[in-house]
């Protein structure tokens, strides 16, 4: 086995699932992460020559990989239609705009997470991501999970900003009540 | 008057992102913070979904790739 085929399979072997765990929970879909998990290792294999190892080998795979993701969101992001004005919040607030009563938070037993707790709340927060309206948690996940600022974001998602922050406010209000329902019932 | 200084909960809890970034107007900030004071109900909303964002930053899973795609890259790459 020469130099090439060994660094191949240490690579895989090492940095593939970590990819994937990362890229799966930030795209959903598991087939469209692995494509992207091979993208970044074609692209990384490709500039392997060139990498000049400022950074570790794992945090310039995980560079690749986000700018991968992004670059999905980005095509994904044009063909997605907002659905402008229809209001899905419809039953979140009363006719003067207030919190109606079945909507309204309630108090979350939530001092500190036992590691336990933590994985339910994770796979409850995954499920509760998922029923995001596309657009939405393409948002959600940029803000928050790739920490990236409104304004890229509107650039990339080709939204506008007032669209931007009415998709991030029925996001949030989506998923807290999502988590309140499902999460706290565990609780 | 009343309109002057009281905003609405779902007015609140959309000024609420536009906080976490700065973007409020000096009063846009002022009648949030009012309004943050005295609805318990929107302050609760704004702790909570805090609680979710900073958690979702974190977020792992124990998700693995599968083995034949594994494979089927590392070939790929042997072969460029």
Sequence with gaps: ?187 | MKQFFFISCKQATFLLSKKEEGKLTWMQWWRLSLHLVLCKVCKLFEIQTNFITHHVAHQQVDASMADTKKQEIAEQLKQL
């Design chain 1, 1 to 187: 086995m020469n130099e090439k085929t060994l660094q191949a399979d240490y690579w895989v072997s090492k940095y593939a699932d970590m990819l994937y765990a990362y890229t799966v929970v930030r795209v959903t879909d598991t087939n469209v992460a692995e494509d992207i998990v091979q993208e970044t290792f074609l692209s990384a294999w490709k500039g392997r020559e060139t990498y000049n190892g400022d950074a570790s080998e794992k945090n310039w795979l995980f560079t690749i990989c986000k700018n991968k993701i992004i670059d999905y969101f980005r095509k994904k992001g044009n063909s997605l239609v907002s659905y402008g004005e229809f209001d899905t919040n419809s039953g979140v607030f009363d006719d003067q705009d207030h919190w109606t009563n079945e909507s309204a938070p309630k108090n979350w037993k939530t001092n500190d997470m036992q590691p336990v707790e933590r994985k339910e709340f994770y796979s409850v927060l995954e499920m509760c991501k998922q029923k995001l309206q596309q657009l939405q948690q393409q948002v959600f996940v940029m803000k928050y999970m790739e920490d990236i600022d409104s304004d890229e974001i509107c650039k990339v998602l080709n939204i506008t900003p007032s669209n931007y922050w009415v998709l991030i406010h029925r996001a949030k209000i989506q998923l807290r009540k999502c988590m309140e329902f499902n999460w706290m019932k565990l609780a």
